[in-house]
Nanobody, 120 residues
Framework: QVQLVESGGGLVQPGGSLRLSCAAS????????MGWYRQAPGKQRELVGT???????NYADSVKGRFTISRDNAKNMMYLQTNSLKPEDTAVYSC??????????????WGQGTQVTVSS
């Protein structure tokens, strides 16, 4: 079973930066883009952004210009560079990889999440 493991979260002051990482235990062949999601306490999970295997990225309006998603296919890694962090960015950040199972049904692979707290 392929696993996704996030790391890099922590406590940072407003205006600070963090680089989150998502490591896949093995190479994942998927037609779907990988994504970063976040969930703040008491709120629904929201999409932060996605990156395709061809490195095309898309971002939520709330993070455009501040966050950057990248990936290293050779290392089975995806990254989220977060800059100019705001208190409202506080959340558990998780990586996601949709894929098709043997019956061609779409499934979702999730990591356990990493906590990002933005506070002075």
């Amino acid at each position: 079973q392929v696993q996704l493991v996030e790391s890099g979260g922590g406590l940072v002051q407003p205006g600070g930066s963090l680089r989150l990482s998502c490591a896949a235990s093995e190479k994942i062949f998927s037609i779907y883009a990988m994504g970063w999601y976040r969930q703040a306490p008491g709120k629904q999970r929201e999409l932060v952004g996605t990156i395709s295997s061809g490195f095309t990225t898309n971002y939520a309006d709330s993070v455009k210009g501040r966050f950057t998603i990248s990936r290293d296919n050779a290392k089975n890694m995806m990254y989220l560079q977060t800059n100019s962090l705001k208190p409202e960015d506080t959340a558990v950040y998780s990586c996601n990889q949709p894929f098709l199972d043997r019956d061609y049904v779409r499934r979702d692979l999730w990591g356990q999440g990493t906590q990002v707290t933005v506070s002075s």
